[in-house]
């Protein structure tokens, strides 16, 4: 039976809360789906987020996020009152998932649900321990990373983060109250997932749900089970994964996440494995696993290397480890995210499992050669995606790839300005051979960059001038600083050219110690600091209108924006008062991606702009000569 669904992420349901839930919107967008004749929901990763705040890096393989747990269903359940919930200024955060605010104000709402109900519900949250023991883990090392000003559990006291004997249970008892918070946030959690899921169920619907391949280090699972990955007697990654060097990165790309031992896995029948997959069918009907590849062979980076380029491919467990998940599983329903680099060994794993592979429409046309994501070389067993959350949408793609990308796509598959360049994308991937097509929900509304998967927005909120050792030359230490810049979305490194210096920007005084050894360790420089001082950001005050025109040698683009203050803590929002006969939709979207691609300095300290709302009231493209960095150079323009 050929199906198709939506891809759309918890985090971007709508919600007066700033992120979205479990509750109610959650229902009515599977009654959408309903509606709308689709069959699947697909979801990114629905783990407890750290750092950066990636669904793609979650302290815990088996939680699930406490972010998503509804307040209002918490509050019909007698765990909270409607004036605690209106308390917090909501509205001021509600533009885009701000997830610096939700951290600090969401953990305190819900401990005084906890503290209402752990006694009144403590034969249910006794059940729920029982059938779910790695509760038990999670809850302490969560417990632990509160005690430890939330800090990577390789910093922890040595007796606990070597997990010497006695040492956990010494620990469970002394932090008993935050041990018993986080387990009922897990029973929150599963209680509100079980019945929406249910719900979706009901409808005649199925969950399609993300698996990463690897787990971050700083987790509960490296923690608990230091065995099954490379790690030293310190517990200190010996190997880290990655992407080799390819056309797109000349340093290839390094993930950081610690490597499986797998001669230890088999050794264990690949117990951890089991458990891990186990628990991902108890959240979805279909497990989406990501980077299948690294299954094949996996690309092995020694610890500490800068780049990615010193790494060396290592042979993973491959047939062996799908003949036992097979066996463990015999229904099991896995889609295999077979994108990138392929040998032919990758290949014969994955049609040898049975498992279906990804086509994505965006990458059939980068060129005239022979590309398997061209729909013409399609077979039933596979998923055709309009494209993933890695990509851009399709608006903003048909804005930004090259014209003759874009003429190859148009050729192709029959594309019209009448019908509209991405539903004729999404029409082509419906019409495929593949036994199901998802598209981002983003792709069917026609967004472009402005409604990308809400990207974190904890900020750094001091800097601090870095004053380098005697002799150290400053552009060479700036370029080492970049890679810890890429490595931590929490740091940023400024370079003043008013005054020649290094500024580091970061959450607070403990994670500059942290930098000052992370630099010391890898670099050799023992660096100190000036005093710090608070990041500040500017807004306007009355309405202004910004005009950028940019016209060189056969380029052209002109674009206009009303610059409108907002309240505190909106953010930046954007509009349009241009219509698509003066100005085609692609480059209307092509602008808004430009506002948001970049923080803008205000004119009275050069600090980012924020609180304005950006509306496009006039622009002009040239037919022959405008290309889209054109509307960059306008866009910015029109900025300053």
């Not at 709508?14 to 009515?28: E, F, K, M, V």
């Not at 029982?130 to 005690?147: G, Q």
Request: hydrophobic content about 40%; proline content about 5%.
């Amino acid at each position: 039976m050929r199906t198709s669904g939506i891809l759309m992420h918890i985090s971007s349901l709508p919600s007066p809360y700033g992120i979205g839930t479990l509750g109610q919107a959650a229902y009515d967008f599977a009654d959408f789906l309903k509606a709308a004749g689709q069959h699947y929901w697909q979801l990114l990763p629905i783990g407890p987020t750290s750092y950066g705040d990636s669904p793609y890096q979650s302290f815990s393989t088996h939680a699930g996020n406490p972010y998503f747990i509804d307040l209002d269903l918490l509050r019909e359940d007698g765990l909270l009152t409607q004036d605690e919930i209106d308390a917090v200024d909501w509205e001021a955060h509600s533009a885009r998932v701000d997830y610096g605010f939700q951290y600090s104000v969401r953990f305190d709402l819900l401990y005084r649900a906890f503290l209402r109900g752990w006694e009144r519900d403590a034969d249910a949250v006794r059940e729920f321990r029982n059938a779910n023991p790695w509760v038990e883990d999670y809850a302490l090392y969560m417990a632990l990373k509160r005690s430890q000003d939330m800090r990577s559990w390789e910093t922890w006291p040595e007796e606990i983060r070597l997990r010497r004997p006695g040492a956990a249970e010494t620990y469970a008892v002394r932090l008993g109250d935050d041990v018993h918070f986080f387990i009922y946030l897990q029973y929150l959690f599963f209680g509100q997932w079980d019945a929406l899921r249910s719900y979706v169920h009901a409808l005649g619907l199925e969950i399609i749900g993300d698996l990463p391949i690897y787990v971050p280090y700083d987790s509960c699972d490296v923690w608990a089970n230091p065995s099954l990955f490379q790690l030293d007697e310190t517990g200190l990654p010996t190997g880290v994964a990655g992407c080799p060097p390819d056309y797109f990165s000349a340093d290839g790309q390094l993930w950081g996440n610690p490597l499986y031992d797998w001669e230890r896995m088999r050794q264990t029948d690949y117990a951890w494995w089991k458990e891990r997959i186990a628990a991902a069918a108890r959240l979805f009907d279909v497990i989406r696993i990501d980077h299948f590849r690294g299954l094949e062979s996996y690309w092995a980076i020694p610890y500490g290397d800068k780049t990615a380029r010193g790494g060396k491919w290592v042979k993973g467990p491959g047939h062996d480890f799908v003949r036992a998940m097979q066996e463990r599983f015999p229904d099991l329903r896995l889609i295999a995210e077979d994108l990138g680099f392929l040998t032919d060994d990758v290949i014969r794993l994955q049609k040898d499992s049975g498992w279906p592979g990804m086509k994505v429409l965006e990458f059939a046309f980068d060129s005239r050669e022979p590309s398997n994501y061209l729909p013409h070389r399609y077979i039933r067993n596979c998923i055709c995606y309009s494209g993933t959350h890695d990509n851009e949408t399709l608006a903003q793609w048909l804005a930004q790839t090259s014209e003759t990308a874009r003429a190859y796509a148009a050729e192709y598959l029959g594309l019209t300005e009448q019908e509209g360049y991405a539903w004729g994308i999404l029409r082509s991937g419906l019409a495929s051979v593949a036994d199901t097509f998802i598209a981002q929900l983003q792709d069917y509304l026609g967004l472009g960059a402005e409604a990308g998967a809400s990207a974190p927005l904890l900020q750094p909120v001091l800097t601090y001038q870095l004053i380098l050792p005697d002799g150290a030359d400053a552009h060479s230490a700036l370029i080492k600083l970049r890679e810890l810049e890429e490595e931590d979305p929490m740091l940023r490194i400024v370079w003043d050219e008013r005054y020649g210096q290094i500024h580091v920007q970061l959450m607070g005084k403990i994670q500059l110690e942290i930098l000052r050894r992370r630099i010391l360790d890898r670099f050799g420089l023992d660096v100190t600091f000036g005093e710090g001082s608070i990041v500040y950001r500017e807004t306007i005050a009355a309405p202004v209108l910004g005009m950028g025109h940019f016209e060189p040698l056969r380029h052209y683009a002109e674009v206009q924006l009303l610059i409108e203050p907002l309240p505190r803590g909106a953010g930046i929002q954007l509009a349009s008062n241009v219509p698509t006969d003066a100005l085609d939709l692609n480059w209307q979207r092509l602008i808004f991606t430009h506002l948001l691609e970049r923080e803008h300095a205000g004119v009275l300290t050069g600090s980012p702009l924020t609180d304005v709302k950006f509306t496009l009231v006039a622009g002009r493209a040239h037919l022959k000569h405008t290309e889209g960095g054109d509307f960059r150079q306008a866009t910015y323009r029109a900025v300053r």
